[in-house]
């Protein structure tokens, strides 16, 4: 598996303009209103290629979330995503267990909390900075440990939502 998602505490409006000028893509035609399920099988196309950057996205509760589908928005610099949380709290978080890698960036009121990647296979690139309050109980040390905390987010999972594609 190689889930990954980034969240922000604006609305989903707010969220999906922002995402448009720091992404320096174009609005798409549509956005797709479908479930979880479905949205792998109508981003890509019948010969099962990404028909280009694919998002499923959600509002839940205060925050917007977008779920990167074709991990378009690994490796992203917390320097990079900075522009996009602009004063907003923020998490981007992601594993891949055939790799193995994870990483996780967070913000709080637009500063950095937390840049953390674990990479085995490239430890030159490995983080390891700042902590976040959960942390207390459960600590992040390996890219194990973001695997646990992408799959017990309660934010990062809806049964409906929409497909936003950057077709290519």
Not at 89 to 112: C, H, K, M, Q, R
Not at 137 to 154: C, G, L, M
């Amino acid at each position: 598996m190689s889930p990954s998602y980034f969240r922000i505490k604006v609305p989903l409006e707010e969220a999906k303009t922002r995402l448009l000028k720091w992404w320096g893509v174009n609005e798409p035609i549509e956005y797709i209103e479908t479930v979880s399920t479905k949205a792998v099988e109508l981003a890509c196309t019948e010969d099962g290629q990404w028909r280009g950057g694919a998002l499923f996205f959600y509002e839940k509760g205060e925050w917007s979330v977008f779920e990167d589908l074709s991990g378009g928005f690994g490796g992203v610099s917390a320097g990079s995503w900075a522009g996009f949380a602009q004063d907003d709290s923020f998490l981007f978080a992601g594993y891949n267990d055939s790799i193995p890698y994870g990483e996780l960036i967070a913000f709080e009121n637009g500063t950095v909390v937390r840049e953390f990647l674990d990479y085995p296979d490239e430890p030159d690139e490995n983080l390891d900075k700042g902590k976040l309050p959960i942390e207390e109980q459960t600590p992040i040390k390996s890219w194990i440990d973001i695997a646990s905390f992408v799959d017990e987010d309660d934010l990062a999972f809806s049964e409906s939502g929409w497909l936003w594609v950057n077709e290519r």
